[in-house]
Each structure stands twice: as structure tokens, then as C-alpha cells.
């Protein structure tokens, strides 16, 4: 978990936007994917993605669990046996 305390310089900012920052190598529709979920709390409440923050607000951040990526295989595909034709 992940706790961020807001200062003078995020003041104003919205939740989904600072989170952006904080995480470049996730999309915004998957933050306020986390948000929406409540994975992602102010001052220990579930807010909405386009929450303005206040100079000394809390976020907690629950990363959820990242699904597996799936591996690319060989560009050959397996041989194939015929086993019947028709005309």
C-alpha cells in the first residue's frame, strides 16, 4: 500500500490527474478503474475519479493484483496432420 499526503503544490488537482503522474505506465481509465473499485481512498473514504484535492488530504493506494500477460509463442505454427480429404 501506497499513502500520499497532498501538499501546497497538488492542491487543486484532481485525483485521476495526480494518479497519472504518480503512475505513468497505467492508463487513466485503469486508475479510475482503481478508484471506482476502492482501491484508491481519501482520508478513508471512496471518492470518484474527478475528486478535487485539498492541501493535506490522504490517499491510500491498494494496487490490485495484475493479471498475467500472455506470452507470445513462436511465429511457426505447429505442423497439422491430415487425417481425412473429400472432394
Do not use: C
Not at 500500500?1 to 503512475?23: A, V
Amino acid at each position: 500500500m501506497m499513502n500520499i499526503q497532498i501538499q501546497e503544490n497538488d492542491h487543486g488537482k484532481r485525483l485521476d490527474h495526480l494518479l497519472k503522474e504518480l503512475y505513468p505506465e497505467y492508463s487513466r481509465s485503469s486508475l479510475q478503474k482503481w478508484i471506482k473499485d476502492g482501491s484508491v481512498t481519501v482520508n478513508d473514504k471512496k471518492v470518484a475519479p474527478h475528486h478535487f484535492l485539498k492541501k493535506d488530504d490522504r490517499i491510500a493506494v491498494v494496487q490490485p493484483v495484475q493479471s498475467s500477460t500472455l506470452e507470445v509463442q513462436s511465429s511457426n505454427p505447429p505442423e497439422l496432420s491430415i487425417i481425412a480429404e473429400t472432394d
